[in-house]
């Protein structure tokens, strides 16, 4: 007689997940374990520790009361053997399991892991396809297959079209797929953002944060303000929330930062799709019934549901096609270390420690702060790109390596030389002032070009594109600033290269 342990990942906490279809209630046994070696292989955010642990355990009782038989190791159970393997090997053993079934795990390494387990446990394993996503491996390898280049763009409409989404009589509805040009606005200080999804930890949240107090110390990250939702039902109101307070101004301030608000109105809600609390077609739909119900103009939803039917489905087809190779690329063979203020946020540059104190103390920043503050900063200082993906990694709410590598790899370091963007997204402090209001306050000033108190942004982005014009020149979509860069005078290359090696030597 079959009788299944069916692992559930942290990450895999949705009723309609694949492992559970055809449980047996007779003979199988869902497994669902805290282990340390997944809180600690790389030293994550604590607030991301609690959050994963309290949905966990939200999730078990929702199985529970659903009729499923769960057995359940918490990270303090003194028989806790710390990692997967042990405690699959534990739960077989105890229950006298001869097969295990598990949804594929959503990162290379620990679906490699669990490729392991049937040698070593002697034991049959059924891998099952991820169902939490709008496009599987294969057919994004279809998709993939013969193409030049991949491109978001030709993606998206494809995802579009399959999906039926944003679409009237084949065609894109408005006429066009992307409203992005209407989505540059600048937002004002003093304009009343709508406050972001905040839940009340009960006892058992509340529990789970002084254990990850206790055990985690010495993690990155503020615990205090813990306001996430731990189950799908709250999930599924902040999204609610979401769409009904903040989508109608989503796209007008996509790339809006502002001093002290971290929140904006972005929808805040990676985390929960990224551990299976929501799942992207939910999503999607209710941005687009927002539309259909004159709740939200169109640039709005369809910059939303660009985010989630295309960026977020594509990133995930790009690692799965590249990996394991995309963990080491290094196109610019970039090799500085990770300064300590990424830790700290104690540097005068006002937009990366805005973005940095306000990512300890949430575990979330918004794109923008991601791509255009941070990674801008790694990208034009030549961090290593290995130390930048395990910070990337540890610091966010929502950061599974899946989407995590190529948006740091891909999208902000290039380090892949363009498998996932066609250039790379450099920029001088002009970008950062135009969109925020950080430069008002800081010690730099953004239109010094060079000197002591010129913005750091404004000459390492000619540093950058002179130590690599041998790597870019032949891409058309930088010709202009190679153009620029061509035309400029001996003194003010050497003022950019001096001023750059002066900065570079202050940062460690
Ligand atoms: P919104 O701005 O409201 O967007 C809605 C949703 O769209 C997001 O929740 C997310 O699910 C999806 N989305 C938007 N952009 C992307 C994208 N580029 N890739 C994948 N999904 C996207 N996203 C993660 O989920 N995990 C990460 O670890 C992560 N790391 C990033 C690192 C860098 C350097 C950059 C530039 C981006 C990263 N992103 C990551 C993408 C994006 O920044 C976050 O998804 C977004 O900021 C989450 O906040 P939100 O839920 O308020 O998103
Ligand atoms: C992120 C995370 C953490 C911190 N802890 C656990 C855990 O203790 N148990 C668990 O099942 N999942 C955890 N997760 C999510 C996993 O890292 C994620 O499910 C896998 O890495 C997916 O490949
Ligand atoms: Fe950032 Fe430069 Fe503006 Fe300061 S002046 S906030 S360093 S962009």
Wanted: charged residues 25%; hydrophobic residues 35%.
């Amino acid at each position: 007689m079959t009788k299944a342990l069916r692992l559930v990942l942290g990450d895999q906490l949705n009723l309609k997940i694949s492992s559970l279809t055809d449980y047996d209630p007779e003979t199988d046994i869902i497994l669902m374990c805290e282990v340390s070696e997944e809180a600690t292989y790389v030293k994550h955010h604590k607030k991301k520790i609690a959050f994963i642990f309290s949905a966990m355990r939200h999730f078990s009782t929702e199985l529970k009361n659903n009729g499923y038989t769960v057995e359940y190791t918490r990270i303090e159970d003194p028989d806790n053997t710390g990692s997967f393997f042990g405690e699959v090997e534990r739960c077989l053993k105890t229950y006298d399991l001869n097969k295990i079934v598990v949804t594929e795990a959503s990162e290379y390494r620990c679906l490699e892991e669990i490729k392991s387990w049937g040698k070593q446990l002697n034991c049959k394993v059924l891998i099952l396809n991820d169902n939490r996503f709008l496009i599987s491996k294969t057919n994004f390898i279809k998709w993939a297959q013969g193409r030049k280049e991949l491109r978001l763009e030709n993606f998206y409409r494809e995802m579009r079209r399959t999906h039926s989404i944003l679409m009237s009589n084949e065609k894109p509805i408005g006429g066009k797929w992307n409203f992005d040009s209407d989505n540059r606005k600048t937002l004002a200080a003093g304009n009343e953002i709508p406050q972001t999804y905040k839940q009340e930890p009960d006892q058992i949240t509340r529990e789970v944060i002084n254990l990850t107090a206790k055990l985690f110390y010495n993690h990155f990250g503020d615990l205090n303000d813990f306001h996430f939702a731990v189950t799908r039902d709250q999930a599924l109101k902040a999204l609610e929330l979401f769409v009904k307070e903040r989508l109608s101004s989503f796209g007008d301030y996509q790339d809006a930062m502002l001093n002290g608000e971290p929140w904006l109105y972005h929808s805040h809600i990676g985390l929960y799709l990224n551990c299976g609390l929501l799942l992207p077609s939910e999503c999607v739909h209710a941005a687009e019934k927002a539309y259909h119900d004159g709740i939200a103009r169109l640039n709005c939803v369809e910059g939303f549901i660009r985010q989630i039917l295309g960026w977020r489905e594509f990133v995930r087809g790009i690692y799965w096609l590249k990996m394991p190779e995309y963990e080491t690329v290094n196109f610019f063979n970039a090799k500085r270390k990770l300064p300590s203020f990424f830790w700290t946020g104690e540097t005068k540059m006002n937009c990366l420690k805005q973005s940095i104190l306000e990512t300890k103390q949430n575990a979330y920043a918004h794109h923008i702060q991601r791509l255009m503050v941070i990674g801008n900063f790694a990208l034009l200082t030549g961090l290593n790109p290995t130390a930048v993906n395990e910070w990337f990694l540890i610091v966010y709410a929502d950061a599974y390596q899946w989407v995590e590598l190529p948006n740091v790899t891909g999208m902000a370091l290039f380090a892949d030389g363009g498998v996932l963007g066609s250039k790379p997204y450099a920029s001088g402090g002009n970008y950062i002032n135009k969109m925020s209001n950080y430069c008002k306050t800081c010690y730099y000033k953004v239109n010094h070009k060079n000197g002591e108190t010129a913005c750091p942004y404004n000459y390492l982005y000619w540093n950058f594109m002179i130590e690599n014009k041998e790597k870019l020149s032949n891409n058309s979509r930088l010709s202009i600033m190679f153009g620029t860069l061509n035309r400029m005078s001996e003194d003010k290359i050497k003022s950019i290269t001096n001023d750059s090696r002066k900065f570079l030597k202050t940062i460690k």
